[in-house]
């Protein structure tokens, strides 16, 4: 199974507002990733955590803010965000984590959840 | 750097005919390669990746890619499309020389005439 899944599938929410974005996955990965896509591009990379650390942020604005609770959970929580912030947000995990395999990890998506900022 | 080309940003291919969608990277090494496919409004699926050996890969939903070192291409085919297979499709490498996350390229969309 290389399921993972995302909450809620679509979200609407005002630039004052405070949500949260989750993910989930059970298959025992280590490694887990936030991505934003707008549409009609490829994926860009936000955040990384590694064994439940955060490994890697791409130089992401701090009104998005990354939470790795335990190695099946990964949030996203949003603040004061901007309507440029509207976009498809998609979790992914992968099996080995960035200690020593990470070229040979493969990335497992989500369904992504779809953000509208009014 | 290494990067990824899709040269094709859109495809048009009728219901039936066979598909070749191209990827073109550049990577002096062998580079580590997927195809992913995107169904309008839906997440990212693995179709097939190519680590080392064999360069025929066989992947889900009867897509095959073949890597041609010598033409540093990864191309993906498929002999006769269904109007399911309708999606973006983005290839990706891995990033080898700083922290092993995926090279983009920019999406080939597909369209099925019927």
């Known amino acids: 199974d290389t399921e993972v899944t995302q909450t809620p599938k679509h979200l609407v929410m005002g630039m004052t507002n405070k949500k949260s974005l989750k993910c989930e996955q059970h298959?025992?990965?280590?490694?887990m990733y936030w991505y934003k896509q707008k549409a009609k591009k490829p994926p860009e990379l936000m955040f990384v955590y590694s064994y439940e650390k955060l490994s890697i942020n791409e130089s992401v604005p701090s009104r998005f803010s990354p939470e790795c609770p335990n190695s099946s959970l990964l949030n996203l929580h949003l603040h004061a965000l901007q309507p440029e912030d509207s976009a498809l947000y998609l979790c992914a995990s992968s099996q080995k984590g960035l200690a020593g395999e990470g070229a040979t990890d493969t990335q497992y998506f989500g369904p992504g959840t779809r953000l509208t900022v009014l | 750097a290494q990067s990824v080309t899709q040269p094709d940003i859109h495809i048009t291919v009728s219901e039936g005919a066979s598909l070749e969608l191209r990827c073109n990277y550049s990577?002096?090494?062998?580079?580590?390669l997927f195809w992913y496919v995107q169904s309008p409004g839906q997440g990212l699926q693995l179709l097939l990746k190519?680590?080392?050996?064999d360069t025929l890969v066989q992947g889900i939903k009867g897509f095959e890619a073949e890597f041609k070192r010598s033409q540093s291409s990864f191309n993906l085919r498929k002999p006769s499309v269904h109007w399911s297979d309708a999606a973006e499709y983005f290839c990706a490498v891995v990033q080898m020389d700083s922290n092993y996350q995926l090279i983009w390229g920019a999406g080939t969309k597909l369209i099925i005439k019927p």
């Open positions: 298959m025992g990965h280590r490694a």
């Open positions: 990577y002096g090494a062998t580079p580590y």
């Open positions: 190519y680590f080392s050996g």
